[in-house]
């Protein structure tokens, strides 16, 4: 469990400060220590309730976004498919980020390129959710690795446990002393080159599938799911949301036991009119 009074890095400035602490708080409160966080769907939704996420074909150049609406106090992040899905977690990372801190409340344009301080807080903030510092040493210190003492496969055993990008791997590893300066700056691969070097190929390809599937907003599904039980929408509806055969949707739904309602009909009675 992580600690009521986590100790921060020295290498943490001051304007970090607040990221790391907001994305350590949302741990200690969600029970999730310091390991890796399995699922950032379920997350999001147990730390922002009105909030869903969706994962959908966007522009090339653009990884997130928070669309609001305003009238029903409803959000959806929004986040790219992509065949690097350790930028994906990133991204949804970053988005609850600025949900944390009421970033769009304040009327912050969505332009992460520009790099103002509200973007540049969400991107520390995500990188210390998805692989807080403290976690990071216990997990090299399972490994029996000895601080100034790394070679590149230890970084590659942080991407893969944490689901990181070596970018922020190795961010985090120097913060904490690590690896040197020149190690940070020469270390540079991409997590799916250190996954062919390193022999986790096979668990690379299997997430880039899942990250480059678009997903709806579970809130849809299940109100749509809710709708076909009580008639309202048909499985050829349901199946196109879901992006899916319906003939797999309608096999899935029976398999589950799902099925609409009996819709009990009440015929009129002809005797009650009189018969010539």
């Keep these: ?73 409803k959000s959806i992040i929004g986040v790219a498919t992509t065949g690097v899905p350790e930028r994906q977690r990133s991204s949804m990372g970053h988005e609850l980020g600025h949900i944390v801190f009421a970033d769009y409340e304040a009327g912050l344009r969505h332009d992460p390129a520009a790099r103002t301080p509200e973007e540049t807080r969400a991107d520390t903030f995500a990188r210390h959710l998805l692989a807080p510092v403290e ?17 590149p496969r230890h970084v590659s055993s942080v991407v893969r446990h944490f689901q990181v990008s070596p970018a922020i791997a190795i961010i985090q590893m120097h913060s904490d002393g690590w690896i040197t300066a ?23 390809r ?20 809710e709708g076909y039980i009580r008639n309202f929408v048909s499985v050829q509806g349901l199946a196109a949301l879901s992006g899916v055969d319906p003939e797999r949707q309608l096999h899935e739904l029976e398999e589950a036991g799902i ?15 009189g018969a010539d």
Aim: hydrophobic residues 45%.
């Design 1 to 73: 469990m992580m600690p009521e009074d986590p100790v921060i890095p020295a290498a943490i400035g001051a304007s970090e400060r607040t990221a790391c602490l907001a994305a350590m708080k949302i741990r200690r409160d969600q029970g999730l220590g310091t390991g890796p966080i399995a699922d950032l769907h379920e997350l999001i939704g147990l730390v922002a309730p009105s909030v869903d996420v969706a994962i959908l074909d966007m522009p090339s150049g653009m990884d997130g976004m928070v669309l609001t609406d305003p009238v029903r106090g």
């Design 135 to 151: 976690g990071m040493a216990d997990f090299l210190d399972d490994l029996g690795a000895v601080r100034g003492e790394l070679n």
């Design 182 to 204: 020149k190690q940070k700056e020469e270390w540079r691969e991409s997590a799916q080159s250190l996954a062919l070097r390193y022999g986790w190929i096979g668990d690379y």
């Design 206 to 225: 299997a997430m880039a599938a899942e990250s480059s599937t678009p997903r709806p907003p579970q809130r849809l599904i299940e109100n749509t799911t």
């Design 259 to 273: 099925t609409p309602e009996t819709i009990e009909v009440a015929w009129a009675d002809l005797d009650a009119f």
